[in-house]
């Protein structure tokens, strides 16, 4: 599977360690007396979200949990406590995990009716377990996680959609101290999400989430600086058990910074360089290289909150120039009330391009976007697009919450076409002469019955505007049910 590793067979020798160790570890983890961190810095203050709700989502990601709270015997209030969390010397300890999610959906007219399929419903299936082991007061970390994902009776099938038994997750960190601040250097099969991850996310949507395979180095230091380095290639799915491997033909680096001023401002500045050797776009066919330059503007302050990412893209493909900008914005402000009611309007811009097939491309590429934004149809992106409308979310009870938003959505430029996730775009809208894309209603509810369980439905409706109805689409509904177990 690593046979395409893009730093060399050698980068396999780890991994396997790390393998070998875990098993070891979990072996004799009996005789071991009991014992959020979010991915920046591991930091022990503010208190671990954890302590409260572990390990339901939202929240950090499996390999960014931080369990070593349960040392306290007091704080052990979950049932699988003993199982998640165990110490295994004064400076060693191992954490474990599992989820299972199945999650059902059904369309009405998916992609608008224009591929040929009416209707389209289906079981996505997505079972996970997950060993983490930290030595030498976190010094050196091995993370493992194993994947299995299968679908049934879907009748337009994609690359995310079923892998069978695979290695998602397999790396090494060794911590370092220098300059008054923590190194990371991690290196294998990773997951990565920067920001609001408006631009590169692990996409937990899909029912195989996003990783990539080499080597990033991240550098914590004080008062909440941060810099990442990373350079990796996107993780391609196969059907058949322990196939994947890494896409030799792109290849992603970049520099990540996070520069806190005040509770208010914050600001993150980033740079990437997302390389294709062969790709189609905008009328044109060959290798690419697009360097994307921006900044994230974020912060909260008495009850407001926001978050605003301004990007632009230059490069090439084949011997057209790459010129290009997005925005990425949500602003809210939530009440002072028992059910938390927070009232949001999100603006989203991206340009297109002005004409296939000329000396300059014009269509903004999103990279690797979180399109939950957007509700989990799938159905838009990031590229060629104006958005806005408000987002209401409200929790009349602690377990239960409740979200709906309203987008109206135009085309930037009518030469471009309407581009879905994975920027391929809807079939005959560079054709079309309207600007109107349509309106996207979006609602979701989110319950927690359990500690452990979580249930998510989810309704929307995309009604169709003139650039999709002069493409012969119709509206789309999208129906979703889905249940998570987590320990």
């Known amino acids: 599977m690593y046979s395409s590793f893009p730093y060399g067979a050698g980068a396999l020798a780890p991994v396997c360690f790390a393998t070998t160790l875990l098993m070891l570890t979990a072996a004799g983890i009996a005789q071991a007396a009991p014992s959020t961190t979010l991915e920046q810095t591991r930091p022990t203050t503010p208190p671990n979200s954890l302590e409260n709700s572990r390990p339901l989502p939202p929240g950090p990601p499996r390999w960014a949990e931080d369990y070593r709270f349960l040392d306290d015997a007091s704080k052990r209030t979950d049932v699988f406590d003993p199982f998640r969390y165990q110490r295994l010397s004064e400076s060693a300890w191992v954490q474990f995990g599992a989820e299972m999610r199945y999650r059902a959906d059904t369309f009405n007219n998916p992609v608008f009716g224009l591929r040929g399929v009416n209707k389209d419903s289906y079981i996505q299936q997505r079972l996970q377990v997950h060993g983490d082991l930290h030595l030498f007061d976190d010094r050196v970390r091995a993370f493992v996680q194993l994947e299995n994902t299968q679908m049934w009776n879907k009748a337009l099938y994609g690359p995310y959609d079923e892998s069978r038994t695979e290695l998602h997750q397999a790396f090494i960190d060794v911590n370092s101290e220098m300059l008054g601040g923590k ?13 609001n991850q408006a631009f590169v996310t692990y996409r937990d949507a899909r029912n195989i989430r996003l990783n990539f395979d080499g080597v990033r180095l991240s550098y914590s230091g004080a008062s909440g600086y941060k810099l990442d380095a990373f350079a990796l290639r996107p993780v391609t799915t196969s059907e058949d058990s322990f196939d994947d491997g890494s896409n030799n033909n792109v290849k992603f680096y970049g520099l990540y910074g996070t520069l806190p001023k005040t509770s208010a401002l914050m600001l993150d500045v980033y740079g990437f360089d997302l390389e294709t050797d062969e790709r189609t776009l905008a009328g044109l066919s060959g290798s690419e290289k ?3 330059g921006g900044v994230r503007l974020f912060g909260k302050q008495a009850g407001w909150d926001w978050t605003w990412d301004f990007a632009y893209q230059g490069g090439h493909l084949e011997d057209a120039s790459i010129q290009a900008w997005g925005i990425s914005s ?16 999100r603006f989203d811009a991206a340009s297109g391009d002005d004409r296939f097939g000329d000396d300059k491309v014009g269509t903004f590429d999103p990279l690797f976007p979180k399109n939950g934004f957007y509700g989990d149809s ?3 992106t990031l590229s060629n697009i104006y958005l806005i409308g408000p987002l209401v979310t409200f929790a009349p009870r602690s377990y239960l919450q409740l979200e709906s938003g309203v987008f109206a959505v135009w085309r930037e430029s009518t030469n471009d076409g309407v581009y879905m996730p994975g920027m391929s775009f809807v079939p005959g809208t560079p054709n079309s002469s309207s600007s109107k894309t349509g309106n996207l209603f979006r609602n979701n509810l989110r319950w927690m019955p359990t500690s452990n369980l979580t249930v998510d439905l989810e309704y929307s409706y995309f009604q169709a505007g003139k650039a999709i109805r002069q493409a012969d689409g119709s509206d789309t509904h999208f129906g979703m049910v889905s249940t998570t177990f987590r320990f």
């Not at 250097?185 to 997951?191: D, F, H, K, N, P």
């Not at 949500?330 to 309007?345: D, I, M, N, Q």
């Open 290 to 292: 697009r360097y994307t």
């Open 183 to 195: 190194l990371m250097t991690r290196v294998g099969r990773q997951e990565l999400a920067y920001g």
């Open 378 to 380: 799938g159905l838009t």
């Open 330 to 345: 949500e602003t809210g402000y939530t009440f002072s009330h028992p059910w938390k009611p927070r009232l949001a309007v």
